[in-house]
Nanobody, 119 residues
């Protein structure tokens, strides 16, 4: 089994910063693509940022230039540095790891961490 544990969420004023962390453990084979998604109340979960095993990154247009995804392969940890936060960034943020397993390509999710940005 794969476990993903997010941390670093909280309450911050607009314009502030937060850094989310996601530590992966369990049956992980090699270095895998990781990503952050978020889900605001009453809305569907949406893509935020992704990073490949080689370090290539991709961002949603809404966070480009404000958020930075990074990873530490030795620690099996992925980070999301969030700057210039806006009230519309308020959501539960989820970490995702994608891995090829016996059953096929599987996405594993963390339990989520709440980020609240006050105006």
């Amino acid at each position: 089994q794969v476990q993903l544990v997010e941390s670093g969420g909280g309450l911050v004023q607009a314009g502030g910063s937060l850094r989310l962390s996601c530590a992966a453990s369990g049956s992980i084979f090699g270095s895998n693509p990781k990503a952050w998604y978020r889900q605001a109340a009453g809305k569907q979960r949406e893509f935020v940022a992704a990073i490949t095993s080689g370090g290539s990154t991709n961002y949603a247009d809404s966070v480009k230039g404000r958020f930075t995804i990074s990873r530490d392969n030795a620690k099996n940890t992925v980070y999301l540095q969030m700057n210039s936060l806006k009230p519309e960034d308020t959501a539960v943020y989820y970490c995702m790891l994608e891995q090829l397993e016996v059953t096929g390509l599987v996405r594993h999710w963390g339990q989520g961490t709440q980020v609240t940005v006050s105006s």
